[in-house]
């Protein structure tokens, strides 16, 4: 009996294949005595039901992690052997070693992120490996959660669940749990990008007068669209009440946020990261917030993921912390699983691949 279980979704015979049925087979005996002409496709991960079944569907070769965890490394190591395609979560590393044990005949690797930093590009273009991605439908999702990550730790929602749960609330305080609000204030986004214009469009909603940014350039119409202003870092961070990062992780935004820059930020300041968490050096952030240095912080990404619970963030009262949720809506976790599906046909099928990285 196998210590794991692959979910092998593999038309046995060609009777099979053309009938479409799928089987769920042990994966050593699956790879003993099942012959199968069909391309093989590895998913580091089921998908959401409606992109899943029509995964399924097709007359693939389809090697799945079933279970609510990754797919281990190394079966992923021996699983991607002889694929032609890949389908990887944010939270899968696809190094060179991953790429190189694949074969020469991966085509694509298609992951279910608008991030690919955790994707080892310069090997995948050497081995003309198209990379897919997700960009683009999931910026409502992940502007949504920006907000309610912002809104929490301007008002203290995590110490206010809590009293509320523990009998902490007593009575009414007027002075108790009192945070900040957003009339008149000033916004930072970093990273001006989708995400970035989406955040600020729904800030500025909450009563948001000025919009700063900063990134790779000055983007003009945002002038017209949002009276934003394209800024240096460190003006940004002198002149924010609210400083959102949004822009994705390159070897310029790595470790950007460091107690230098905290430091420059104002007291009432409250800083929410929904990029990556190496944007920050997390180890600053803990510091910056226990000296006082901002008002709060919000984040839906860390270093690691998950975050081991003795993290000292998760004692802090005036951090928010979600686990990775940007762009968890049930919409929005089926429209990136369809794009996945979309990219490996085309790659299968010799087409240009619809959402892939230029
Ligand atoms: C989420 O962080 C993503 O990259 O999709």
Same mark, same amino acid.
């Given at each position: 009996m196998n210590a794991f279980r692959l979910l092998n979704?593999?038309?046995?015979?060609?009777?099979?294949?053309?009938?479409?049925q799928c089987k769920v087979i042990p994966v050593r005996a699956f790879h003993q005595s099942v012959p199968s002409l069909a391309a093989k496709v590895v998913s580091t991960r089921k998908l959401l039901p409606e992109s899943q079944a029509r995964l399924e569907a097709q007359d693939l070769d389809l090697v799945q992690w079933p279970e609510e965890r990754s797919m281990p490394r190394d079966l992923l190591l021996k699983e991607i052997k002889g694929a032609e395609a890949l389908i990887c979560m944010l939270s899968d590393k696809i190094d060179k070693e991953i790429l190189e044990a694949a074969g020469p005949?991966?085509?694509?690797?298609?992951?279910?992120?608008?991030?690919f930093d955790h994707i080892d590009l310069e090997t995948?273009? #050497? !081995?003309?490996?198209?990379?897919?991605?997700?960009? &683009?439908?999931?910026?409502?999702?992940?502007?949504?959660?920006?907000? /309610?990550?912002?809104?929490?730790?301007a008002r203290h929602m995590k110490q206010g669940i809590r009293a509320a749960e523990t009998?902490?609330?007593?009575?009414?305080?007027?002075?108790?749990?009192?945070?900040?609000?957003?009339?008149n204030k000033t916004l930072g986004v970093v990273g001006m990008g989708r995400i970035g214009e989406a955040v600020a469009r729904r800030l500025k909603a909450f009563g948001i007068n000025r919009v700063l940014y900063w990134g790779r350039k000055e983007k003009p119409a945002l002038k017209e669209s949002l009276n934003a202003e394209f800024s240096t870092f460190d003006n940004l961070l002198a002149e924010s009440d609210y400083v959102?990062?949004?822009?994705?992780?390159?070897?310029?935004?790595?470790?950007?946020?460091?107690?230098?820059?905290?430091?420059?930020?104002? #007291? !009432?300041a409250i800083f929410v990261n929904i990029s990556? &968490?190496?944007?920050?050096?997390?180890?600053?952030?803990?510091?910056? /917030?226990?000296?006082?240095?901002?008002?709060g912080a919000g984040l839906d990404v860390m270093t690691?993921?998950?975050?081991?619970?003795?993290?000292?963030?998760?004692?802090?009262?005036?951090?928010?912390?979600?686990p990775h949720i940007g762009s968890a809506t049930i919409?929005?976790?089926?429209?990136?699983?369809?794009?996945?599906?979309?990219?490996v046909l085309a790659a299968l099928n010799n087409k240009p691949v619809p959402y892939a990285l230029k």
């Open positions: 979704i593999r038309a046995a015979s060609s009777a099979l294949r053309t009938s479409r005949q991966l085509k694509l690797v298609t992951t279910m992120s608008v991030g995948a273009r #050497k !081995n003309d490996i198209t990379i897919g991605y997700t960009p &683009g439908v999931l910026t409502d999702a992940t502007a949504d959660l920006t907000v /309610l990550l912002t809104l929490a730790a009998g902490e609330w007593t009575e009414f305080r007027p002075d108790w749990l009192c945070g900040y609000q957003f009339t959102v990062t949004c822009c994705s992780l390159t070897p310029d935004t790595k470790d950007l946020f460091d107690y230098n820059a905290f430091s420059k930020m104002k #007291k !009432n990556r &968490g190496a944007v920050v050096q997390q180890d600053d952030l803990i510091r910056a /917030l226990e000296d006082n240095l901002i008002a690691p993921e998950p975050l081991p619970l003795d993290n000292k963030l998760f004692k802090l009262k005036n951090c928010v912390i979600l919409e929005t976790r089926e429209t990136m699983g369809q794009m996945c599906v979309d990219n």
